[in-house]
C-alpha cells in the first residue's frame, strides 16, 4: 500500500465503510491517478459533522439544508417547504447523517475515479 492509500486516514471523521469502498475505488489507479483521485475526492467530500450541523438547522427553521449538501435537490426542497416533513424527516436524518455522508461519499469515490482515468 503506497503513501496515497495510507493518506485516507487523515480525512477527518472517515468511517470503517468509508475507508473501505475508497480503498476499493482507487485499486486499479497509477500513483498519478490516485493523486488525482484523492485531490478530487478531498474537495468534493462532505464529513458526516458537517450533515449533523446542517441536519440540526432543521430545527431552527432551516430544514433540508443536509439534503441539499448531498445533491438530494429535490427531497432537500421538499424539506425546506415542509419543515422538515413536518419535522419527521429532520429527526430521522438526525440518526442517519452518516449513511448521508456515505452515500453521498461513495457515489463520489466513483465520479473520482471516473475523473481520475480519464485525466491522466
Do not use: W
Not at 458537517?50 to 438547522?57: E, N
Amino acid at each position: 500500500m503506497d503513501a496515497y492509500q495510507n493518506s485516507y486516514a487523515a480525512f477527518a471523521d472517515m468511517t470503517t465503510e468509508e475507508y473501505s469502498f475508497l480503498h476499493h475505488a482507487s485499486a486499479g489507479l497509477t500513483q498519478n491517478q490516485t493523486q488525482t483521485f484523492m485531490a478530487v475526492y478531498n474537495s468534493r467530500r462532505k464529513n458526516p459533522i458537517d450533515i449533523l450541523l446542517a441536519t440540526l438547522l432543521g430545527f431552527l427553521g432551516l430544514a433540508g439544508i443536509q439534503r441539499l449538501m448531498t445533491n438530494n435537490i429535490i427531497l432537500g426542497l421538499l424539506y425546506l417547504f415542509t419543515g422538515g416533513l413536518f419535522g419527521i424527516g429532520t429527526i430521522v436524518d438526525l440518526f442517519t447523517y452518516k449513511s448521508i455522508a456515505n452515500d453521498y461519499n461513495r457515489h463520489l469515490a466513483y465520479d473520482c475515479y471516473q475523473i481520475a482515468k480519464v485525466a491522466n
